[in-house]
């Protein structure tokens, strides 16, 4: 049923809509800043370190991810739910493989149906872009499990970043600074009350498997904290059909600093400086800024070098954040690692010259970073806005529509 579902929805884009890539050389494993501060490829005779990838996401990301991929001489496979049949992703692709229904829980969420595609198409590889199954374990499981490369973490690395309180325990055992609080499941409203009054009020109470901002309550006295337990405990169900949740300590005033960090199967952990997203609504990034105003050239080394040191434990390889709360006194604290490509990832290449996309395929294919830490640099400033769609004169409700 799902073979003869994804062969009758499988098309291929044929060369009359959409040139074919022509394996042409690799012209880009090393990259450098103009003066203009735009990403420059050295060119080099190299043949791509892949054939053929295929990309497990849609809109935005995938076209982006593709940009690179036409860049270093490979072919790109896209894979789409029915809705999305005419979008510009599908259409930017040398081949597309519906994969299901409109709800993504239908088609992008599933993993069976992708690796079909994968066997389909012949791809050697899978991006996974952001969202979606890229920080999912099992998928890359179930990758290995086919002798297709995962362009991403290990999936041991996966498993123990993408949860917090296992992340946050494997960071203490790595040496780095981490928030105050417990690390113990928190079964009901009175252990919430509890474990917070031996922490010290202000709490936040947080989802062990959130993300986004969801799943996480401020509580200043126990009546907050009871309201903070039952509210988060409904959404990380709702959010993540995980109600596990923890407590630590509320840090305030702080800056939301993240240090991004690229690693290779060579041993060699770097930091590419860091980004900064301090201004949030609904604990949701809405400005990425590299670099951070308040980063010192000392407290960005000492970031960078927890950040790699955390990475390294773990045994991780390809690009991910490691995201740290900086007060007023700029002490730091870790929060978490997303084991991924983030969408705020643009402003780290403008700053550095590095494209990550292209990085992040070598390092996959068992290629040795070309660079060294004294060779990142910060070169200008860059920022990035996220655009709401929603209508302001209904409470900003979500508002669809064409963007002018």
């Not at 579902?5 to 690799?26: D, E, F, M, V």
């Not at 990259?31 to 990309?55: C, G, H, M, R, W």
Request: net charge negative; proline share 4%.
């Amino acid at each position: 049923m799902l073979s003869s579902h994804l062969s009758k929805c499988a098309s291929r884009i044929g060369n009359q809509s959409l040139p074919t890539l022509s394996r042409r050389r690799h012209l880009s494993t090393q990259t450098k800043i103009d003066n203009s501060n735009k990403i420059e490829y050295v060119q080099q005779k190299e043949a791509p370190p892949f054939d053929k990838i295929l990309i497990a996401n849609r809109g935005e990301i995938a076209v982006r991810i593709m940009d690179t991929c036409k860049k270093m001489g490979i072919s790109t496979v896209a894979v789409h739910s029915e809705a999305d049949a005419s979008g510009y992703f599908v259409r930017e692709a040398d081949e597309a493989i519906c994969i299901g229904p409109p709800a993504s829980a239908q088609s992008y969420l599933q993993i069976e149906r992708i690796v079909n595609a994968v066997k389909m198409t012949g791809a050697q590889a899978v991006h996974p872009g952001f969202g979606f199954l890229s920080e999912n374990n099992d998928f890359a499981a179930a990758l290995e499990a086919e002798n297709v490369v995962f362009i991403g973490p290990g999936s041991y690395a996966i498993e123990v970043m993408g949860d917090k309180i296992k992340s946050k325990e494997t960071a203490l055992a790595a040496g780095v600074n981490c928030i105050p609080g417990d690390n113990r499941v928190i079964k009901d409203g009175d252990e919430c009350v509890e474990v917070s009054n031996q922490v010290g009020y202000p709490v936040m109470v947080k989802a062990s498997a959130g993300g986004g901002g969801k799943g996480m309550r401020i509580a200043y006295n126990d009546r907050e904290c009871r309201d903070a337990f039952r509210l988060a405990t409904n959404e990380a169900v709702s959010s993540f059909g995980d109600d596990r949740l923890f407590v630590e300590k509320f840090i305030e005033e702080p800056r939301h600093i993240e240090i991004q960090v690229l690693a290779d199967k060579f041993n060699n952990y770097l930091y590419l400086n860091e980004r900064e997203c301090s201004i949030q609504r609904r604990n949701q990034k809405v400005y990425e800024e590299a670099p951070s105003v308040v980063v010192t050239d000392k407290l960005r080394e000492i970031m960078g070098k927890q950040a790699c040191d955390l990475a390294s434990h773990v045994d991780y390889i390809t690009a991910g954040t490691c995201e740290f709360l900086v007060d007023k006194n700029l002490d730091f604290y870790f929060l978490e690692m997303n084991t991924r490509l983030q969408v705020e990832h643009p402003v780290t290449e403008y700053i550095t010259g590095i494209d990550l996309v292209e990085q992040m395929i070598n390092v996959a294919a068992g290629k040795e970073l070309p660079f060294k830490q004294k060779d990142i640099g910060i070169n200008g400033w860059a920022i990035e806005a996220r655009v709401y769609a929603e209508d302001p004169f209904k409470g900003f409700l979500p508002q669809i529509g064409i963007l002018n």
